[in-house]
């Protein structure tokens, strides 16, 4: 009886805190900002979509390892300054398609991408160039290409991808900023073999084709770190920092194109949809308490919190609800239905059996766990493979759906463990046994 009341605090705490969560207000505590409401998809308010591709020759291979990072960064790129809950994912070999949920100003969307730079270092050999410089350079780190004649086209010796961290300092003496930078184990010792073999020679910092500084290497760097200096104010060191944090992608991209997207429910059909689930809903309750009795109560205050833990889930993390993502929500209540009905059944039957009514109410969750289990592993393994599918071809609808599926999933099952069994517990332990078909349905 310690464990069961133990358990129902645990269940009333969380819940407390669920339902203050659902709550539309904006959150603000332990580091966690979240608006007041959940965040739609594109279908349900409407917003951008941008189609961005590689911008390299034909004879360049793009890995999917360069595409995945180059999507990371536009994600935290795009996050950092502002446009919150933007979504970038991988289509294809050497595209990546950018959803914009909630904003229509085309301008600002794309001078967003735009300001998203590719940083080289880049060997200049004896030549210096100032700041704001354009100079051409040949983009492939690692190896020199044969360069025309009539060309003068410098060698790329590593890319944004090779840093580490990147930060900002102020050199005390001179109350000067700089921004310092760390590279990574594999560039900090292609950084140190080149700063060693061409002392006296500069080193070029472009960042999408302008220079950013040329330094003169004076000595070999062993440790792969390194400072950019230049005539900087604190605000202008800390937007470089940034835009290298965040923008040093490993390929350049360029916009294919770009449209707006209108919401495709819109509120009236939006509220109607949730109507209609919430009828559903209401007739699968009403079954559970006329077929099942006191159970059926169980299985409706255990939907109740679900529901109330699943919404509070989207808003922390925050997952960007979407159409196919309310279809996923709606299934998975179907299921965690389902595990009340398998435990309810278990009970009927080991009350058939001769049992008692606290032997069948302990027995009927370990006894019902083995369907459970296979039941819910197989959705969460369906739930895998469609979010593969989706990030690898750019389907955010079929992804949408495997997240809140998912979710759901797991959630239910802890439901069931905590919430179920706990309140059938509480509910039947005063039961008479000749009450049983009465209150069990039995």
Known sequence: MKR???????????????????????????????????????DLQGGMQVLLEADVDEHTVVTADQLDIARQILENRSNGLGVSEVVFQVAGENRIVAEFPGMTNTDEVLDTLKETGMLEFVDTGTDYFSPGELIRTDGKPGSVEEIAPDETVYHTILTGADLKNVGVQLIE??????????????GGKIFADFTRNNIGKFLTLVLDGRVISSPRINSEIPNGEGVIEGNFTIEDANAMAVQLKYGSLPIPLRIVEYKK????????SLKKSLIAGLIGLGLAA??????????GIVAVIAIIFYGAVTFAVYKLIPVTLSLSGIAGLLLTTGGAFDSNV??????KEELREGKTIKQAVTLCWPKAWSSIRDSNAATL???????????????????????????????SLITTYLVTRTLLFLLTKNMKQE?????LSA
Not at 4 to 20: E, G, H, K, P, T
Not at 176 to 186: G, H, I, L, N
Not at 435 to 439: A, F, L, V
Request: charged share 15%.
């Open 4 to 42: 069961i009341y133990i358990n129902l605090l645990i269940i009333i705490l969380v819940f407390a805190a669920a339902v203050y969560v659902d709550l539309p207000h904006a959150i603000d505590m332990f580091g966690i900002h979240r608006p007041a409401g959940l965040n739609l998809g594109l």
């Open 173 to 186: 003496q001179q109350n000067r900023p700089v921004v310092v930078f760390e590279m990574t184990d594999e």
């Open 261 to 268: 997207i209108g919401a495709t429910l819109g509120e009236d």
């Open 286 to 295: 009403l079954f559970m308490l006329i077929y099942y009795r006191v159970p």
């Open 342 to 347: 398998l435990m309810f059944e278990r009970l």
């Open 381 to 411: 393994i369906t739930s895998a493979i469609l979010f593969y599918f989706g990030s690898s071809f750019g389907a955010t609808i079929v992804k949408g759906f495997a997240v809140t599926l998912a979710l759901g999933v797991v959630i």
């Open 435 to 439: 009450d049983h078909k009465k209150w």
